[in-house]
């Protein structure tokens, strides 16, 4: 099993909110890359709040170093851009993440598909369930 580092459960990341005709962009001056977007300023305040969870939660499963943040004092700014501070809950992020549904393929015979058709079995219900049992999963 791979060793994660030790992570924090919050993180603070100034965000430049770039004003635009057409809406707000928003980078993290320490993580670049990250970016996204929103209509107004609260959209772009949740958006912002999602792609830093996101980007971290990330740079967590890769085993990477997180960097430092900057002081909103040593970001500079054009007129239509304002700093904002950027905070994020991992402990919820995480377990957004691990509770994420994924589609999985599996094979079955025809004839078994068609039983548990007519009867109106919920094919994810009772993988989950019958994974749990394998796994000792309460």
């Known amino acids: 099993m791979k060793e994660y580092k030790k992570y924090k459960d919050k993180y603070i990341y100034p965000a430049i909110f770039n004003y635009a005709d057409d809406g707000i962009t928003v980078e993290f001056p320490d993580l670049q890359g990250c970016l996204t977007f929103g209509d107004t300023e609260e959209e772009a305040l949740l958006m912002a709040k999602e792609v830093l969870g996101l980007w971290m939660k990330n740079l967590e499963i890769d085993n990477e170093d997180i960097p430092k943040a900057s002081s909103l004092l040593d970001i500079k700014l054009e007129d239509n851009q304002r700093a904002v501070l950027i905070d994020v809950w991992m402990p919820l992020v995480r377990k957004a993440?691990?509770?994420?549904?994924?589609?999985?393929?599996?094979t079955i015979p025809q004839w078994l598909d068609i039983k548990a058709r007519e009867e109106d079995i919920n094919f994810s219900q009772v993988l989950q369930e019958g994974l749990k049992r394998e796994l000792n999963i309460q």
């Open 97 to 106: 993440i691990m509770n994420k549904a994924i589609k999985k393929t599996l």
